[in-house]
């Protein structure tokens, strides 16, 4: 065995020789995703980019819903956020912001830091936006004074998830720009940003779409560059309408991540190659087993009933658990990576992912681990009630494709 300089105990060369990444980005990658990497640099101005950002829009329309433009940013997802405020919008505008998590209140800031005055729609943690109430707010406001809408698909610090199409219609003929944040939701279910009529939807590669982080993705409509036409916040990198006038020609602006999107082509190759179906399915059967798993060891969701996410499982811990013990234990001894809570909420939930190149052994493997990890805690639990619980879940697909194979 390797020396190793740190404790053998949380060195890759000790007892755990590989971490599965159960964190709700970035995630567990293929590895032809991965070894598309070590590729040759090519021109990012020459027939080969060209060609390889064309596939990258094609196989992205369908994801989003949309036959919109697609931009390519080289940036993480909230660089592809700050883009959209800086594009569409001028200091001074006014924009309502339906935060139900950390990332949303995000979204909020970055529009505070372009100068957009941000009105809130509070909604408690744990729960999804109330189309009803998004409704009234926007059927108040007769005069349109508000510019923008700032809402988020799935809220990955609240494992909460919004019915877009709900609050689509709640929207209604409102004139407002809206910016929607699918980071952690596109590609993982079904997702129509045409129908519902969004303007620009902002999504990252190291979510559902299993590739490493490095690019951005933002679909804009044809109203929405309507309102970029119009903005005039300050903007250079992040200016949506540059990358829009070097799209034509099959590139971006400015030097792209090469090599993530050399990921990012086969990522995408491989999302179709599975169906977009069998991957909503497959998150949303990941995320039932994990929720099925973590009730029956009596651990409380963190989200509301019907406001679920497919994306990521969040539990709240009883007083006397440490969420960083069981996270470290789980690191060290069981190489299973989970994340905490971030801000408000460290230290007091969980979160699991259901994202990336996970198997249902790898998903029964970490609530087996996580047992573990409860019972070193002096937490009572009837052993392998958990995975018996995520087991019954899978069971109902293996079931179901017997019945097709007889
Ligand atoms: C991951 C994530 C982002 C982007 O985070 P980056 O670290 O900038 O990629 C934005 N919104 C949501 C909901 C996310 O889950």
Redesign the pocket.
Known sequence: MLACARSSAVCYHGPVNRHLLFI??PVTCAQPVLEAMAKPMIDHRGPEFAALLARIERGMRPIFGTQAEIEILG?????G?EAAIASAFSPGQRVLAAPVGV?GK??ANIARAYGLEVELLDTPYGHAVDPAALEEKLKADRAHAFDGILL??????TGVQNDMAALAAAIGDHPATTIV?S???LGASPFEMDAWRYDIVVT?T??ALAVP?GI?MVAVSARGWERIAQAKAPRFYLDLARAREFAPQGQTPWTPPVSIAFALDVGIERYHAEGAANVYARHDRYARAIRAATTTLRLELFSQPNAHSVTVVALRLPENLSADAIRRTLREEAGVVIGGGQQDLKGKILRIGTMGALTQTDILGAIGALEIALLKQAYALQVGSGVRAAFEVFLEKEAASALVGA
């Open positions: 709700p980005g940036c993480s997802g909230t660089g956020l990332f995000r979204l988020t698909h799935n809220e990955t610090s944040d980071v952690s939701g990252a190291q979510k982080p951005s």
